[in-house]
């Protein structure tokens, strides 16, 4: 709860506490559906987002940001993993018209800072921001919430994908949802074998099947929900000083 006692998240908060509640900045979670290795559910995407979003708003209204966390969007670009079964893809040109409608409905109603909280690897937002921001006055950034902070400190090897770093978020966030360990791959990832790509100055997109054969990029085995906490806490600490200062920013004066 906040110090007014109005939750900054829209799916659970009713109209009394919204109708005039002021915003400066609406976060938009926005995950994926597939699977994380053998031992994290196929929402692990939605769940971290989800919660990461609601933490680090609820840290920027105590110190007097004016922010509203929106419903999480479930589905990713999956079109790497779509032979998985129950994988769901949700194609980029798809995104960015759902997401123009968002930002559309917001402008309407006067909110003039949207965030887009990524959860998934898989979405890349900033063309999509390119594009619609020529369309609309509503100020519009992306961020990744596992690239906020340095994980070092946290993990001996975070891992891509459903690895150390994931598995411990959600050993935090939701330990009922996680099989013990000792049912989890191992998350070994091959490599490109031509240079630039391994290199990373050359990019296509990763085949993965061919990558992993348990659905996870990085050892899992090493992870616990105390690393999970610890990350948890810091991370969203950083978000939140983000959102407070995006929502005090004047919009006309933003470079130094």
């Keep these: 709860m906040t110090t007014d006692h109005r ?5 659970s908060a009713p109209y009394k506490q919204i109708r005039d509640l002021p915003v400066d ?5 926005w995950g994926a559906t597939e699977p994380h290795n053998l031992h ?3 929402g692990t995407d939605i769940i971290e987002c989800d919660r990461i979003g609601q ?10 940001g004016r922010v509203i966390v929106l419903p999480t969007v ?3 670009v999956n079109t790497g993993q779509i032979d998985f079964p129950l994988t769901i893809n949700m194609n980029p040109s798809t995104q960015m018209a759902v997401l123009e409608d968002v930002v559309d409905s917001l402008e309407r109603q006067g909110i003039p800072k949207l965030a887009i909280l990524n959860g998934h690897g898989g979405n890349d937002f900033r063309q999509m921001i390119r594009e619609i921001q020529i369309r609309h006055r509503i100020f519009l950034c992306s961020m990744n919430w596992w690239t906020c902070i340095d994980t070092k400190p946290f993990f001996e090897n975070a891992g891509d994908h459903a690895g150390e770093l994931e598995t411990s978020l959600m050993m935090h966030l939701a330990p ?3 099989l013990p360990l000792s049912e989890a791959g191992i998350g070994r990832e091959k490599s490109m074998r031509i240079r630039a790509f391994r290199q990373g100055w050359a990019w296509a997109p990763r085949q993965w099947r061919k990558v992993t054969e ?7 085995k090493p992870a616990s929900a105390d690393k999970g906490r610890r990350y948890f806490e810091a991370a969203t600490d950083t978000i939140a000083d983000f959102l407070v200062e995006l929502g005090w920013a004047n919009l006309e004066d933003l470079y130094e």
């Design 176 to 178: 009922e949802l996680v």
């Design 74 to 76: 479930p589905f990713g």
């Design 214 to 220: 348990d659905t996870g990029t990085g050892n899992p």
């Design 25 to 29: 900045v609406a976060v938009l979670p």
């Design 7 to 11: 939750p900054p998240v829209l799916s």
């Design 55 to 64: 933490e680090a708003a609820r840290k920027a209204v105590l110190k007097g």
């Design 40 to 42: 994290l559910p196929y």
